[in-house]
């Protein structure tokens, strides 16, 4: 059954299921977003590792700019909260072309704001490290490193927004596959770009394998390059997949005033939310960098080792932001609040579990 058909048989069935069923609605969209969050994050370590090869310098280099990154990061899940939420609704509420519509004007949405915001962060590519107090002898790549990422940044917008949209119609095992993909991709790409031309032994057999040896920038090329083709296969799906979402260029739709205003008021909490967690973590990055280079390099490897234990979370909240969204645009209030109600009894325990393993391992 797809996750859309069993969210439809939910809002359709009267009264609310039992506790099993709720749990068992809640991991059946949970687990490709759990999977997904797992292999991103294992990718991850692999990239870190990777860029961690060329030295403390280059971990550091990465490392100083991450919390910017998240800052910019969190203002494009916000927006990607914004809208998806809006097509969880309208979809509860059977809307389907009201749910196009939003579509619509989120691809619009993504085209100015991720321009925007890659703007803004290639203008302060020059000055972050600096103003952020890195050694000198990390801020070329520093600065290089971060300037490449602003570029990729209408595209990272449009993966997480596009990805946001098809989870809240039922759909999150295609985010799952496309984002394994990318990581896939990322970990390919930085073999090449990484690192200069080399013979390599594999199987017993030595072959030459060519590389850009572009080091730090090698990096964010290979990253910004991996987000910018999946995020052209996200929209493809949009466009080619039938679907309740599936938008198409006969049939366009201008941005309303009622539907940004609906995304602004959904999204404002969360951006503000992350953009305090975040701001925190960029003082605290500036506090670090003053103890020195492999000091942030440290602190950097341990943010992301850190990273594992929240994923789980993660994916059961991607399946309630799509659960309560459709419970409310269906008008089921007595759903949305029993879904609201175990999703997060669920995330402190996972939570709880996750930080234990952290600790103790």
């Known amino acids: 059954m797809k996750g859309s058909d069993r969210i439809s048989s939910i809002l359709s069935s009267p009264g609310v299921p039992h506790l099993w069923g709720t749990l068992a609605s809640v991991l059946f969209l949970a687990w490709p977003a759990i999977i997904e969050q797992i292999m991103l994050t294992l990718v991850q370590y692999v ?24 800052l910019f990061m969190g203002f494009f899940n916000a927006a990607a909260i914004g809208f998806s939420v809006q097509v969880a609704q309208h979809l509860g509420a059977g809307r389907q072309e009201d749910a196009r519509k939003v579509t619509w004007q989120s691809l619009r949405f993504v085209v100015i704001f991720g321009l925007l915001m890659g703007t803004i962060a290639f203008v302060l590519s020059f000055f972050l490290p600096a103003m952020l107090g890195a050694d000198p002898e990390i801020r070329e790549d520093a600065s290089l490193y971060f300037r490449i990422m602003a570029c990729a940044m209408p595209f990272t917008l449009g993966s997480n927004m596009f990805s946001a949209i098809i989870r809240c119609s039922g759909d999150t095992r295609t985010p799952m596959v496309l984002n394994l993909m990318i990581n896939l991709l990322n970990v390919v790409l930085n073999t090449l770009f990484i690192y200069p031309s080399r013979t390599v032994t ?27 083709l999946v995020a052209c296969m996200f929209l493809l799906v949009i466009f080619r997949k039938k679907s309740p979402i599936q938008i198409n260029l006969k049939h366009r739709y201008r941005f309303e005033r009622q539907c940004l205003l609906t995304a602004w008021k959904l999204g404002l909490p969360a951006a503000l939310e992350r953009s305090t967690l975040s701001v925190a973590q960029i003082v605290i990055t500036a506090l670090i960098s003053g103890i020195g280079t492999v000091a942030v390099a440290t602190n950097h490897l341990a943010v992301t080792a850190e990273s594992i234990s929240y994923l789980p979370a993660s994916g059961v909240a991607v399946a309630g932001t799509t659960l309560v969204g459709q419970a409310i645009g269906a008008g089921r209030k007595d759903l949305a609040q029993r879904f609201a109600r175990t999703v997060s009894w669920m995330g402190v325990v996972i939570m709880t579990f996750g930080g234990g393993v952290l600790f103790f391992f």
Request: proline letters at 0%; aromatic letters at 12%; glycine letters at 22%.
């Open 47 to 70: 990239d870190t590792a990777m860029v961690g090869s060329l030295g403390a310098n280059a971990t550091a280099a990465v490392g100083i700019t991450s919390s910017t990154t998240w």
């Open 202 to 228: 594999l199987l017993g057999g030595q072959f030459f394998l060519w590389g850009a040896g572009w080091g730090v920038g090698g990096a964010a090329f290979a990253s910004g390059l991996s987000t910018a």
